[in-house]
T-cell receptor, first 115, second 113 residues
């Protein structure tokens, strides 16, 4: 069974559209993350949820809205897509609890291309 | 704020050569340090980690030692293989930052026969 899964794997869409990327983890972890990897492979955190509560929001445009229906899922909705949103988006999870540091487990990534 | 600096790539080596990828960091607290590897077309996998000064992380022949005095966590392998070709990311996680990872820019390693 895949530990952290994302759908879709590839997403091609036009500017101005709204799209969603879904993430699910079956590891029983409390915390989930979204990262963006740009064309130069640079990775930067976007959001983190702990038990369905937002705990990290790294100055991401408000066109990006994460939603966590339960602690096993963290979806990313993007409104009014722009060319600069083209990137690979990675979901991750960790067993993190306050005061601890744990490794993160990454999904396979969703390659978003905005034309 | 926290930051991680990695050596520029790509690094091209012949099989069985010795590998070093440099990584230095700045952090406000006492971070945990990680190396992640990304094989072509895949997500990131944890390669090794160290949680306190002088700890050595090791896995699959790779090693890195947490050096607080030089704020470094250099990745080494004694004899690389073609299958080690990938992008390697150094990262840190600072206590009190909800375990978020701050990544370096990544170093692409290409190993040839």
């Amino acid at each position: 069974d895949t530990a952290v899964s994302q759908t879709p794997k590839y997403l091609v869409t036009q500017m101005g559209n709204d799209k969603s990327i879904k993430c699910e983890q079956n590891l029983g972890h409390d915390t989930m993350y979204w990262y963006k990897q740009d064309s130069k492979k640079f990775l930067k955190i976007m959001f983190s949820y702990n038990n369905k509560e937002l705990i990290i929001n790294e100055t991401v445009p408000n066109r990006f809205s994460p939603k966590s229906p339960d602690k096993a899922h963290l979806n990313l909705h993007i409104n009014s897509l722009e060319l600069g949103d083209s990137a690979v988006y990675f979901c991750a999870s960790s067993p993190y609890s306050s005061g601890s540091i744990d490794e993160q487990y990454f999904g396979p990534g969703t390659r978003l291309t905005v034309t | 704020g926290d930051s991680v600096t990695q050596m520029e790539g790509p690094v091209t080596l012949s099989e069985e050569a010795f590998l070093t990828i440099n990584c230095t960091y700045t952090a406000t607290g006492y971070p945990s340090l990680f190396w992640y590897v990304q094989y072509p077309g895949e997500g990131l996998q944890l390669l090794l980690k160290a949680t306190k000064a002088d700890d050595k992380g090791s896995n699959k022949g790779f090693e890195a030692t947490y050096r607080k005095e030089t704020t470094s966590f250099h990745l080494e392998k004694g004899s690389v293989q073609v299958s080690d070709s990938a992008v390697y990311f150094c990262a840190l996680s600072d206590p009190g930052t909800a375990s978020k990872l701050t990544f370096g820019t990544g170093t692409r390693l290409q190993v040839t026969l």
